[in-house]
Nanobody, 123 residues
Framework: VQLVESGGGSVQAGGSLRLSCAAS????????MGWFRQAPGKEREGVAR????????YYADSVKGRFTISQDKAKNMVYLQMNSLKAEDTAMYYC?????????????????WGQGTQVTVSS
């Protein structure tokens, strides 16, 4: 299993970024793909997830209305569109995969992880 994130960077508050996750090595069509983030000194937290089979999504309250998770099943890609970014969104963002979609969205339920991509939002 391989998950490779890209798209991170530095942006001013109010700006946007789009993260991408390229997935390979597993049956993508029936997996749960999640985005997590971890800021320095804080625990890793769930941001959003999508079930690749049916497309159902879930968002953490902190990002609802600002972030959108989507997928391209033909390319085994998952995306996280982040709009109206705030300084508190600054973190390392990770893509993760699980054979089922847990509720709540906790990192311990996800077996596979990417290396992360840094997002820095300046105020």
């Amino acid at each position: 299993v391989q998950l490779v994130e890209s798209g991170g960077g530095s942006v001013q508050a109010g700006g946007s970024l789009r993260l991408s996750c390229a997935a390979s090595g597993f049956t993508y069509s029936s997996y749960c793909m999640g985005w997590f983030r971890q800021a320095p000194g804080k625990e890793r937290e769930g941001v959003a997830r999508i079930y690749t089979g049916g497309g159902s999504t879930y968002y953490a309250d902190s990002v609802k209305g600002r972030f959108t998770i989507s997928q391209d099943k033909a390319k085994n890609m998952v995306y996280l569109q982040m709009n109206s970014l705030k300084a508190e969104d600054t973190a390392m963002y990770y893509c993760a995969a699980s054979p089922f979609c847990p509720s709540p969205l906790r990192p311990g339920f996800f077996s596979y992880w990417g290396q992360g991509t840094q997002v820095t939002v300046s105020s």
